[in-house]
């Protein structure tokens, strides 16, 4: 037998055959470290605004090593990258480095915002450059964007908006009530081939 009985852990050695039982260790009077706290710390975060990802990042994020999980990949660059620490304690996402999307697909190119804010509706016109005579840009290419609000962990998606040859979408919000900030990121992605480009950050807009 193998396994857990309320404190108690069952181990089987297969050299030895031997059958040992352990208690699991007390770890509530274990005062982490300043780094552990650091560390932790940065790995909530990290866990915090990738989680609502889970789904697109298994659809559009291959990772960089084979035998690798999409999700542990996006984590570890997630990690190294994309946050840095913050003046006030802690770890902050620095947006421009985050990735949604990744693979061998030619990321977007010559891309340009317009946004037009009526009383109503939060516009945001996208354009992007003709670059389907360079390798790996395919016309068919499905356009993805993602928006996030920043501080929370909440995404918007739009999937079927364009194409890569369309060189052009546009989104519509409703405004919010209250002043809202949200990051924008936009990648080509081939679902049915499980590939996708390297997202590219949009930067901030305001709603």
């Known amino acids: 037998m193998s396994g857990k009985l309320g404190d108690a852990v069952l181990k089987k050695y297969k050299k030895t055959n ?17 780094l552990q706290k650091f560390q932790r710390s940065k790995m909530k975060l990290a866990m915090d605004f990738l989680s609502p990802l889970k789904g697109l990042i298994k659809e559009a994020f291959m990772p960089f090593r084979k035998n690798t999980y999409g999700f542990d990949a996006a984590k570890s660059y997630f990690m ?8 006030e304690g802690g770890y902050a ?3 421009a480095k985050v990735l949604v999307t990744f693979g061998d697909l030619r990321i977007p ?4 915002i317009d946004v ?17 005579h360079q390798a790996v840009a395919y016309p068919d290419d499905r356009l993805l964007l993602v928006m996030n609000v920043t501080g929370r962990s909440r995404f918007i998606y739009y999937k079927n908006k364009a194409h890569r040859e369309t ?3 546009t989104i519509s919000l409703s405004q ?3 002043p809202v900030e949200y990051q924008l990121w936009m990648a080509f992605v081939r679902p049915e081939e499980k590939r996708a480009s390297p997202s590219v950050y949009l930067g901030t807009v305001n709603g």
């Open 18 to 34: 031997k059958q040992v039982i352990t208690i699991k260790p007390d770890m509530s009077r274990v005062k982490p470290s300043p």
């Open 80 to 87: 190294k990258e994309a946050l840095y620490p913050a003046e």
């Open 93 to 95: 996402i620095d947006y």
């Open 109 to 112: 190119e010559g891309i340009l």
């Open 116 to 132: 037009d804010e009526t009383s109503e509706k939060l516009n945001i016109s996208i354009h992007w450059e003709d670059n389907t």
């Open 167 to 169: 060189l052009s979408a």
């Open 176 to 178: 919010s009530k209250e």
